[in-house]
């Protein structure tokens, strides 16, 4: 699955369909593991696509200086 395949409404049904489940304290491992695997692919696409963007280093100096 690539990240521009999941619509607003499919990335809606899934976030309220995760927060039903752990309102009810129910924990599929399987679920987990799909879940992650789309995380580190889309992680790897956004970093083919844009590269390495390290923004916390800014984010932190910000916060010290205002």
Request: with cysteine.
């Amino acid at each position: 699955m690539s990240i521009d395949t999941l619509t607003a409404a499919e990335a809606k049904r899934e976030l309220d369909e995760a927060v039903e489940r752990l309102v009810k304290g129910i924990r599929d491992p399987e679920i987990a593991r799909k879940a992650c695997e789309r995380m580190d692919q889309t992680r790897e696409e956004l970093r083919q696509r844009i590269g390495t963007v390290e923004v916390a280093v800014d984010l932190i100096r910000d916060a010290r200086n205002p």
